[in-house]
């Protein structure tokens, strides 16, 4: 069963770190293009970041850049999401998702490239 599970949300006050785990079964990460998203209430999906399967980079929304890490552990089979410097804005439902096809740069903050989905991990920061 294909499945990406996420984990590592949690209640943390303005200015503390989380990282965000999505570890997958029933398939390998290592070719596919990976993309965190994150939904706040009333609010649309919104991208965070992505690992590109094209040029191996990683890239980041500019609410996030300099603040997230995204990174990869193949022998896990899992991804993570670094995130420091949590601000109230930041609260919202994380999600992960997995593109088995190519995953360029241009293409990441698009949810329809992306084939499989996690169920989520909520993140909340309180000042």
């Known amino acids: 069963q294909v499945q990406l599970v996420e984990s590592g949300g949690g209640l943390v006050q303005a200015g503390d770190s989380l990282r965000l785990s999505c570890a997958a079964s029933?398939?390998?990460?290592?070719?596919?293009?990976i993309g965190w998203f994150r939904q706040a209430p009333g609010k649309e999906r919104e991208w965070v970041s992505c690992?590109?399967?094209?040029?191996?980079?990683?890239y980041f929304a500019d609410s996030v850049k300099g603040r997230f890490i995204a990174s990869r552990d193949n022998a896990k089979n899992t991804v993570y999401l670094q995130m420091s410097g949590l601000k109230p804005e930041d609260k919202a439902n994380y999600f992960c998702?997995?593109?088995?096809?190519?995953?360029?740069?241009?293409?990441?903050?698009?949810?329809?490239?992306?084939?499989?989905w996690g169920q989520g991990t909520q993140v909340n920061v309180r000042d």
């Open positions: 029933g398939f390998t990460l290592n070719y596919f293009g």
């Open positions: 690992i590109s399967n094209i040029d191996g980079r990683t």
């Open positions: 998702a997995a593109d088995k096809g190519h995953l360029p740069r241009s293409d990441c903050p698009d949810p329809r490239e992306y084939d499989y």
